[in-house]
């Protein structure tokens, strides 16, 4: 299909459904509320979003008529995240690395081997006086975080060349998401970064635009992304949570009564999606190994080496960050003595 014509046709269709989605009671009278994701239907985020429609179905089921569109029926992490900005969408679960474009706060979690293992990251990450501030502090961009939800560790992968240390990146096109770190972050690994939405890897790989990308494992089997790369290197770069996000319009017009009901909802969408998670991870590394993908468990410190100066990039650029990145230091010391 020409450029063109594929323009125009994105164009109707996303006109068509913000006019869609601005329509909000629909036949029953009830308030429809549109949650937003990219995943398929198996995956941990959906089975723990489920769980929250189901919750909130049981105790406000008169009122409100919760449903999830998977699979970015809705459009990319970046269209979803605008569209929950202007409350057409009430809810989406986007990655980290993209909201750092909305808010520079979020470029915290972004930083490459800021968490020690998955123990420390788990320790911040559920720690309310660090994250609430954070959780809150997007008010300016019509959004609040509500929940986060594990999204693993990254490492690359590839078609035809193992990555066994940071010189086998170069010269090869590696997919990034679209955030300005994880540019820079594949700039200082000495590869090509090609940023793009998650829907369009596959078909990139496959048609050899791109020669790798860096995800989790269940990218390799939830979105076939192994049916094409045959190398996956255990690298650890970063481990990058996926966040609920609701429209500030919405959440703020909810009564105290609601609204604890909504965070009891939040709270079962986390414990749902993570404890489904441990074991999605190692039935998806199953799954590749019949895919013939092969596991790869290279030196982690040259690679750590590489892009560790990020770290004094942000926080020189970002001085407000400093204080969370000191505070995530300590808590990983005190993971490490046994505090957590
Ligand atoms: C993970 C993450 C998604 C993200 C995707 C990506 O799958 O859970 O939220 O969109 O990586 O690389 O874009």
Known sequence: MKKITKLFLSTVFILGSMLLLTSCNVGNGKTIIRVSHNQAADHPT????????????????????????????????????????TGAINFTVASNAI????????????????????EHYHAVMDNKELIKPIFTATEKSGFEAVAWLDAGTRNFYTVKKPIRTPDDLKGLKIRVQQSASNIRMMELFGGAATPMGFGEVYTALQQSVIDGAENNELALTSNKHGEVCKYYSYNMHQMVPDIVIGNLRFLNNLSPEERAIFDEGFNIISKVQREAWGSSVEKAIEEAKKMNVEFIYPEVLVFQEKVLPLHEEVLAANPKLKPIYDRIQEIGKEVIGGKN
């Open 99 to 118: 909201l750092e474009s909305f808010d520079d706060i979020y470029q915290i979690f972004n930083l490459p081997y800021l968490f020690n293992s998955p």
């Open 46 to 85: 959906n089975i723990g979003l489920l769980a929250f429609e189901k919750f909130i179905e049981s105790k406000l089921g008169d009122k409100y008529d919760v449903q999830i569109f998977p699979n970015e029926l809705l459009g990319s992490q970046v269209n979803t995240v605008e569209l929950t900005q």
